[in-house]
C-alpha cells in the first residue's frame, strides 16, 4: 500500500496525515533524506489500529506505528514533568491540531509539515524563511525543556552549514546545568551524526559559543588557549589546529573512526603545563590516556577507542618518518599495520596535523604497504627453510629492514 492510499484512508475515517519534520527540511532544501515520518492527525490508537492491522505498534509513552518502512505518529503535546531529556508527559488524542503537534518540537525548520494528499506547506513558525536565510532558530521558550536540543542543533548548525541565532544559543547555555543527565550513548550519537558532515568543526563552535563545550567535550575545551609554535602552528592553539585538521579529515575520507582519530590524535597537548607552553613534549603519550579516559566516558565502541588510542600515540612518529632509521620505521610498520587504525588510517591523521601534504619519505603508507607484500613470512620461510615460530619472525624482520636500507640507497 503506498503512501497515497494510506493517507486517502485516514482521511475517509476522518483524519488527515501529514509528512513532518526532517523529510519536509530535506525535500524543500533538495537533500536525500532516508527516513520518512508521518503525524496522523484526528484519528486516535485504537481507530488507526483498525485501519491498518499489519501496522506494529512501537512506543511507550505515545502511540507510534511502523508500516512499510515509514513511522506514523499520533498528533501529541507534551508537557515537561521532570529533569532531563525523557520526563515529559505525553497528551494523545484526536482532538490535538496539528498545529500543536509542530509546537512542542525543537526547532523551526524541523516543525513544518505537507498535507500527504494536497501537497499543501504548513508552516507556522517560519521554517521556510529560515531555511532561506541559513538560520536555526528554537521555536519558542520551550526548547529549554530538552537538554538534548542542545547537542541537535549542534548537530544541525554542521550538517547543514546554517548558523544559529543568539537567542537559540542562549536558551543552549541555559541548559547547561541539565546535559549531565543525557545518557553518554545519545551524546555519542549526536557526535557521530556531525563527524558524518562536510564540517564538523562546527558542531564544537556552537557548542563553545553557548558555553557548554566542557560538559561532555572537557578534554576538547582544554584545548581553546593551549599555544603552539608558531613557526609550525601558525593558525594559533591547539583547538584551533585541531578544528581545522578535522575539517581537513573529511576531505580525505568517509570513514568515521578515522575522522575521530584526527579529532583525538593532539589532546595531550590539553593537559601540558602552562608554564611549558609553547611546547608540548611527551603529549602523544599523555594524550594515549585522554584518549582512553574520554571515550570510556562516552561509551564509545572498542574499535573507536582504539583508533583513538593509536592516532595519539603514533602521529608524531609518523611526521619523522623519512628521519627514522630503517630499523625504527621497520618497527614504526609492522606495529601501526597490526593496530585498528592501520597504515592508511594513521596517513591521514599525519596528513591532516601536517596541513594536508605527505611529502617524500613521510609518505609511510605507501612505502610501508610495499615493504610488507614485498617481504613476506611466506617467501622467507622458503628462503630460509624455516618454520612459523620466533625465529621466523626476527628474520622476517631483519629482512624488512634491509629492503627499507637498500630503498634508501
Given at each position: 500500500?503506498?503512501?497515497?492510499?494510506?493517507?486517502?484512508?485516514?482521511?475517509?475515517?476522518?483524519?488527515?496525515?501529514?509528512?513532518?519534520?526532517?523529510?519536509?527540511?530535506?525535500?524543500?532544501?533538495?537533500?536525500?533524506?532516508y527516513?520518512?515520518?508521518?503525524?496522523?492527525?484526528?484519528?486516535?490508537s485504537?481507530?488507526?489500529?483498525?485501519?491498518?492491522?499489519?501496522?506494529?505498534?512501537?512506543?511507550?509513552?505515545?502511540?507510534?506505528?511502523?508500516?512499510?518502512?515509514?513511522?506514523?505518529?499520533?498528533?501529541?503535546?507534551?508537557?515537561?514533568?521532570?529533569?532531563?531529556?525523557?520526563?515529559?508527559?505525553?497528551i494523545?488524542?484526536?482532538?490535538?491540531?496539528?498545529?500543536?503537534?509542530?509546537?512542542?518540537r525543537?526547532?523551526?525548520?524541523?516543525?513544518?509539515?505537507?498535507?500527504?494528499?494536497?501537497?499543501?506547506?504548513?508552516?507556522?513558525?517560519?521554517?521556510?524563511?529560515?531555511?532561506?536565510?541559513?538560520?536555526?532558530?528554537?521555536?519558542?521558550?520551550?526548547?529549554?525543556?530538552?537538554?538534548?536540543?542542545?547537542?541537535?542543533?549542534?548537530?544541525?548548525?554542521?550538517?547543514?552549514?546554517?548558523?544559529?541565532?543568539?537567542?537559540?544559543?542562549?536558551?543552549?547555555?541555559?541548559?547547561?546545568?541539565?546535559?549531565?543527565?543525557?545518557?553518554?550513548?545519545?551524546?555519542?550519537?549526536?557526535?557521530?551524526?556531525?563527524?558524518?558532515?562536510?564540517?564538523?568543526?562546527i558542531?564544537?563552535?556552537?557548542?563553545?559559543?553557548?558555553?557548554?563545550?566542557?560538559?561532555h567535550?572537557?578534554?576538547?575545551?582544554?584545548?581553546?588557549?593551549?599555544?603552539?609554535?608558531?613557526?609550525?602552528?601558525?593558525?594559533?592553539?591547539?583547538?584551533?589546529?585541531?578544528?581545522?585538521?578535522?575539517?581537513?579529515?573529511?576531505?580525505?575520507t568517509?570513514?568515521?573512526?578515522?575522522?575521530?582519530?584526527?579529532?583525538?590524535?593532539?589532546?595531550?597537548?590539553?593537559?601540558?603545563?602552562?608554564?611549558?607552553?609553547?611546547?608540548?613534549?611527551?603529549?602523544?603519550?599523555?594524550?594515549?590516556?585522554?584518549?582512553?579516559?574520554?571515550c570510556?566516558?562516552?561509551?564509545?565502541?572498542?574499535?573507536?577507542?582504539?583508533?583513538?588510542?593509536?592516532?595519539?600515540?603514533?602521529?608524531?612518529?609518523?611526521?619523522?618518518?623519512?628521519?627514522?632509521?630503517?630499523?625504527?620505521?621497520?618497527?614504526?610498520?609492522?606495529?601501526?599495520?597490526?593496530?585498528?587504525?592501520?597504515?592508511?588510517?594513521?596517513?591521514?591523521?599525519?596528513?591532516?596535523?601536517?596541513?594536508?601534504?605527505?611529502?617524500?619519505?613521510?609518505?609511510?603508507?605507501?612505502?610501508?604497504?610495499?615493504?610488507?607484500?614485498?617481504?613476506t613470512?611466506?617467501?622467507?620461510?622458503?628462503?630460509?627453510?624455516l618454520?612459523?615460530?620466533?625465529?621466523?619472525?626476527?628474520?622476517?624482520?631483519?629482512?624488512?629492514?634491509?629492503?627499507?636500507?637498500?630503498?634508501?640507497?
Amino acid at each position: 500500500m503506498d503512501i497515497k492510499e494510506v493517507a486517502k484512508r485516514i482521511k475517509e475515517s476522518g483524519g488527515r496525515l501529514y509528512l513532518v519534520g526532517g523529510a519536509v527540511r530535506d525535500k524543500l532544501l533538495g537533500r536525500t533524506n532516508y527516513d520518512e515520518d508521518y503525524c496522523v492527525v484526528g484519528l486516535d490508537s485504537s481507530e488507526f489500529a483498525c485501519l491498518f492491522p499489519s501496522a506494529r505498534l512501537d512506543g511507550k509513552s505515545f502511540p507510534v506505528y511502523r508500516m512499510n518502512g515509514c513511522e506514523f505518529a499520533l498528533a501529541r503535546r507534551e508537557k515537561k514533568v521532570g529533569v532531563g531529556h525523557k520526563e515529559f508527559r505525553v497528551i494523545s488524542g484526536k482532538e490535538i491540531t496539528l498545529k500543536e503537534d509542530l509546537e512542542r518540537r525543537d526547532i523551526t525548520i524541523n516543525a513544518m509539515a505537507e498535507d500527504v494528499l494536497s501537497g499543501e506547506l504548513f508552516d507556522y513558525f517560519g521554517g521556510r524563511k529560515d531555511l532561506e536565510s541559513g538560520v536555526i532558530r528554537a521555536i519558542g521558550t520551550h526548547f529549554s525543556e530538552d537538554p538534548l536540543r542542545v547537542y541537535r542543533v549542534a548537530r544541525f548548525s554542521s550538517v547543514l552549514g546554517f548558523s544559529v541565532d543568539k537567542e537559540t544559543i542562549s536558551m543552549m547555555n541555559s541548559l547547561k546545568s541539565e546535559l549531565e543527565f543525557l545518557s553518554k550513548e545519545r551524546v555519542f550519537e549526536e557526535l557521530k551524526k556531525a563527524l558524518a558532515s562536510e564540517k564538523p568543526s562546527i558542531f564544537f563552535s556552537v557548542l563553545r559559543s553557548a558555553d557548554v563545550l566542557d560538559v561532555h567535550f572537557m578534554p576538547i575545551y582544554k584545548l581553546i588557549g593551549a599555544l603552539q609554535p608558531e613557526k609550525y602552528h601558525p593558525e594559533g592553539d591547539s583547538y584551533n589546529h585541531t578544528m581545522i585538521c578535522l575539517d581537513k579529515s573529511c576531505e580525505m575520507t568517509t570513514d568515521l573512526k578515522v575522522r575521530f582519530s584526527v579529532l583525538v590524535h593532539d589532546l595531550g597537548k590539553g593537559e601540558t603545563k602552562k608554564q611549558e607552553y609553547p611546547h608540548h613534549y611527551g603529549h602523544e603519550e599523555r594524550g594515549v590516556e585522554v584518549v582512553r579516559k574520554f571515550c570510556d566516558y562516552l561509551k564509545m565502541p572498542t574499535s573507536w577507542k582504539k583508533c583513538g588510542m593509536v592516532a595519539a600515540r603514533e602521529h608524531m612518529r609518523g611526521g619523522i618518518f623519512n628521519r627514522m632509521k630503517p630499523s625504527k620505521k621497520v618497527e614504526f610498520i609492522e606495529r601501526v599495520d597490526k593496530s585498528y587504525l592501520g597504515l592508511d588510517g594513521l596517513q591521514i591523521v599525519v596528513n591532516c596535523d601536517k596541513g594536508g601534504r605527505a611529502e617524500g619519505n613521510l609518505d609511510f603508507l605507501s612505502i610501508g604497504k610495499k615493504c610488507l607484500t614485498s617481504v613476506t613470512a611466506s617467501d622467507v620461510a622458503k628462503k630460509y627453510n624455516l618454520k612459523p615460530g620466533i625465529a621466523l619472525g626476527r628474520k622476517l624482520h631483519e629482512e624488512r629492514i634491509n629492503w627499507i636500507k637498500n630503498l634508501t640507497k
